[in-house]
Nanobody, 124 residues
């Protein structure tokens, strides 16, 4: 069993920065992927960034490339999402998730464990 707890969300002005954290208890193996998803009201949940736990390889959705950075601290079992140059369209609930097995996917159905979500609001 894995529990994921996100923190770091809040209200920020356009152009500002936030750092989200996701602390995991339980097993995360090198083959697993960790991901940050977001879901805005009335929209589907979308994958924002992925990281392979062992190799550290990453993926970003086009809309956040150059602005967001995903990273992990294996010793602390924590994954981070540094968000810079935030825009109003980044407003959403952000979730972290752990994959089934070695899946490398942007589909929510390929993720077994989910955090409770943290709200990010970008507004002046």
């Amino acid at each position: 069993q894995v529990q994921l707890v996100e923190s770091g969300g809040g209200l920020v002005q356009p152009g500002g920065s936030l750092r989200l954290s996701c602390a995991a208890s339980g097993s995360i193996f090198s083959s697993h992927s960790m991901a940050w998803f977001r879901q805005a009201p009335g929209k589907e949940r979308e994958a924002v960034a992925l990281i392979r736990w062992g190799a550290g390889s990453t993926y970003y959705v086009d809309s956040v490339k150059g602005r967001f950075t995903i990273s992990r601290d294996n010793g602390k079992n924590t994954v981070y999402l540094q968000m810079n140059s935030l825009k109003p369209e980044d407003t959403a609930v952000y979730y972290c998730a752990r994959s089934y097995g070695s899946s490398w996917s942007t589909r929510p159905s390929d993720y077994r464990y989910w955090g409770q979500g943290t709200q990010v609001t970008v507004s002046s």
